[in-house]
């Protein structure tokens, strides 16, 4: 009888044996009782194994919790801050070109600032990737060359590519920026990347006078719901 | 070792790599759902877990896509599950390689079972977890340990299950 449940658990029954199991489970209160307590404690020691891991896991955000804190403040005054200049140039911008007439190069001024640092704020305390935190250091420094040598160090990150690309940007680099920004595709991932990558690709376009091609992507960004929409059907106004 | 056999083991500075390397693009992800973030972090948690619980079970050895993306998948799961939306191709396709039982944790019997394996003695927790948690069979444990013989270990077994009906009687 025990052999049964057992080979239930161990998903070895025959085709015979099933038989037994399951004709077992209707008549024979006992074998029933002994299987559901069996089946509570595989669930329970589930339940145990889960809590353990998830109090563990919890653990490491309590650790790095200073970090943790200081991702979404970092992130937060970034975004206020990227609003804000984006707005001030934007301002400026469009009194620019009434006054002196529109140009893609202008636009490009207008609208571009170099994207916060949004993936690892310089932090204190414990980090476990060197280069990473080597490579924002050098971002934020506006030490471009740099940057780019080491992002391209850091393999398989689509935020390392992402960098990489706006760092060539600044350094006047348009050709090599346009084309990791073209090839880079974000298959299944984060958000906001996906949405920069079109946006600051459409700034390249416009600095390097591409301006259908600017166009279309900033079509593009105006159909979906993205974190850009706005900003990207405001320079469409204006091209 | 592979990244899978550490994750088996449990190692805590792979655990704590791997967990805070993903948990800011996942949070970036999941932003798209308009979740509360406790709520996220609470995915992305639950999601890790059970990536870590699959590999125990040998689930993901011959894994063939990323780490990450087989996270960023079971956590998609799980908001859409939360959400109650539709599940994709995606997300259907993820079955294969992800079994993972809701468990209802307020089960008065399951909370007192659950309490009274911490006063279960190692060696009886030990072959318990090998059997109902990693799905290994007997035969397997029987490699793994010490026991002379199949018979030895299954006496051992149904010992370590009454000894745990008694405490449960008492408690």
Redesign the interface.
Known sequence: M?ELI?KY????LTEQELKAFEENLRSNASFKEEFE??K????????????E??S???G??NK?SDVRFE?QKNNKVWRFAAAAVVLILAAFGIYKYQTDGKNTQDLYLAYHQPYPNI?APNVRGEN??GIKNEAFKAYEAENYQEAIRLFSQIK?EE?AIFYTAISYLELNENQKAIEILKSNKFS?????FETYNKWYLALAYLKTGQKNEAKTILEDLTKTDNPQKQKAQELLNEL | MTEIEKLKQ?D?KT???L???HK???V??A??YQMRREDV?DVY??A??AM??NAQKGKIDDLKS?LK?YL??IGKYMIFNLLKKPKTDELINLEDNYEY?D?N?SED??IK??KN??NLGEQCYKI??M???E?L??NDILNKSSYQSKDVL?SQK?RC?KQ??EMLQKS
């Open positions: 025990e057992e658990f161990e998903n070895t307590f069996q509570s404690l595989k669930q329970s020691i589930h339940l145990k194994e889960r809590n891991l998830k563990i896991l919890k490491f955000d790095n991702i993936v476990t990737e398989d935020f299944e991932t984060p958000f906001p | 449990r805590p655990l704590e790599r967990y805070l390397a800011t693009s996942f970036q992800f932003a798209k972090l948690q639950d890790f877990v870590v619980e990323e993306t960023f998948s039982e468990i944790a019997l399951l079972l659950e394996l911490n318990l977890r059997f109902y948690y799905n069979k007997l299954k149904a299950i745990l009906k």
